[in-house]
């Protein structure tokens, strides 16, 4: 791929990003130190870590989020993937992952990021081992979009954001979804 466009990009936008606490502060540096040590760094074929970007999609007023219930992880997450050859801006391939995951077309996105994570993903790549370097954003689905399931999901659902981390909420979700989500939903709302 060696999109060097993208990896600009990606660069300027983490180091122009202010981050809500020192932990995310030391994400931002760790994913920076990786796109400055790797030209090849949002390749998927960078091992083990590689730069990933995806997007919580929130409803118009910010009470729903929609979710994916992730075929290969059999986990309720934002969506995103890997970045190609095609996106010009780390926020394109954010968007790009959540139109074609979501089937939702005019997804309105915010360019600023809202929250890093890092994280195994064992099922990603022949080697395991492999870290996404996962740079999330924030979106809005327009009124009365209607969302598909695609091929990487068992399911895609709206869940009220209060119910996140909540025996009626989804099951299994992590605490740093629930994390962006909250962020998602303060920087829109």
Known sequence: MRNAGLHRDAL?????WVPPDAGQAALRDRFGGHLHDFPDGLERSCYPDHITASTVVLSEDGL???????????????????????????????LREATEESGIAGLEIDEVPIHLD????????????????????VAVAPPGAEHAVSAESLDVRWWP?????????????????????????????
């Open 161 to 189: 954001v209060i119910s996140l981390g909540r025996p009626n909420g989804p099951p299994g979700l992590s605490e740093e979804v629930v994390d962006a989500v909250r962020l998602a939903q303060d920087r829109w709302v």
């Open 64 to 94: 729903r989020v929609l979710l994916t219930l992730h075929a290969r992880a059999g986990r309720w997450f934002q969506f995103g993937g890997h970045c190609e050859p095609e996106d010009a801006r780390l926020v394109d391939a954010a």
């Open 118 to 137: 890092e994280h195994p993903v064992p099922f990603c790549g022949d080697r395991g081992g492999v870290h996404h370097l996962d740079v999330r954003f």
């Open 12 to 16: 300027a936008t983490l180091t122009a």
